[in-house]
């Protein structure tokens, strides 16, 4: 492919989602329009055959193989380095694109520049509103209420749940927090200027610190409410308690990352006490023969988790794909 012969470069990482797959991959050729596409899968690892059928189902896309789990932020930022287009764009395959949403996305980038990156709405298989295309930035305040149970006690409160913006239906273009992964569009160049995803993050938390760090260089993140997806959350997530020890490993490697002083401090007591008390809460429901619940195992595993994870040897931003893509800003 001829330099930026494309418009959008479609980033898709894949583990055990062959199904799921096939559905997102025809949808994305499908809903095209007029978009010049490149679509980019990694498989990481894969033994449900997702190499085989994407060999010989989708023969225009670019298949990388990597035999290995690298995770979501390293899966995405080689994929990202194989981009020969304007824009980049992040997709699950677990989505489903609907109305052009692709295209509907990169013309609001193309006439409200300046954002940094660009998100859409989410919808279930019934129709309904799916809230996670989009977050409110964590703050003292929303983790203290995750803390006090408060978050649970009143979900989706504007007030004690503020991280899920429950309130606002994705349905107005509006500035926002954070952008999931699920369908998350940058230009290239912004990109790979903001160094693609810390790869110390294997999966979860890595969309939140790219927000901090675009917000900090100066873009304000935006919902496009014409570009929808379908969106089946969890589909292609490990087990519960899996998925809740990389979920709080992330979380406490954001914290560790983007909160200072007091307030670190502050909101890292608040996960350990925020994970105990749902802890303590399954323990008095579950009778005593019952299989330990999921917050339990996260609990006795919270000296590993609460530190974060490790920093790359090199660190990001001295080698790795993430300094690849940095130094291909220029090309």
């Not at 797959?21 to 010049?36: A, E, M, N, P, T």
């Not at 994407?54 to 995405?76: K, M, Q, W």
């Not at 230009?187 to 693609?196: I, P, V």
């Not at 200072?260 to 323990?283: C, F, H, N, S, Y």
Request: charged share 25%.
């Amino acid at each position: 492919m001829n330099r930026l012969s494309a418009d959008v470069a479609i980033l898709i990482v894949s583990y055990n989602t062959k199904d799921l797959l096939r559905d997102s991959l025809h949808s994305v050729y499908q809903q095209r329009g007029s978009l010049r596409q490149q679509v980019i899968v990694v498989d990481n690892g894969s033994v449900d055959r997702s190499v085989d059928m994407i060999l010989s189902e989708f023969p225009d896309v670019e298949l990388i193989d990597a035999n290995e789990n690298l995770g979501f932020a390293r899966g995405v930022n080689l994929a990202a380095t194989r981009a020969n287009a304007e824009f980049v764009l992040l997709l699950n395959p677990d989505t489903v694109v609907l109305d052009r949403a692709i295209e509907r996305l990169v013309q609001f980038a193309r006439s409200n520049p300046g954002h940094g990156l660009y998100g859409g709405r989410a919808l279930k298989r019934d129709g309904s509103l799916e809230l996670s295309s989009c977050w409110a930035l964590p703050t003292v305040w929303s983790m203290s209420s995750f803390a006090l149970g408060l978050s649970t006690l009143f979900r989706h409160s504007r007030w004690f749940d503020p991280e899920a913006m429950a309130h606002w239906r994705r349905d107005t273009v509006r500035e926002v927090g954070i952008i999931t992964g699920c369908l998350l569009l940058a230009s290239r160049n912004d990109w790979r200027m903001l160094g693609g995803f810390d790869e110390r993050y294997f999966m979860y938390g890595e969309d939140a610190d790219l927000a901090f760090r675009a917000r900090c260089a100066g873009f304000r993140p935006i919902i496009c409410p014409e570009a929808t997806i379908i969106h089946d959350v969890g589909k292609a997530s490990a087990t519960r308690a899996g998925k809740l020890l990389l979920l709080f490993k992330g979380k406490a490697t954001l914290v560790r990352d983007h909160f200072k002083g007091w307030r670190k401090q502050l909101v890292l007591l608040d996960l350990l006490i925020g994970v105990g008390l749902r802890t303590l809460l399954a323990r008095m429901k579950l009778h005593p023969r019952t299989e330990a619940d999921p917050w339990t195992t996260v609990w006795r595993q919270r000296q590993d988790w609460i530190r974060g994870y490790p920093d790359l040897k090199p660190s990001r931003g001295q080698g790795g794909v993430s300094a690849e893509l940095k130094s291909q800003t220029s090309q």
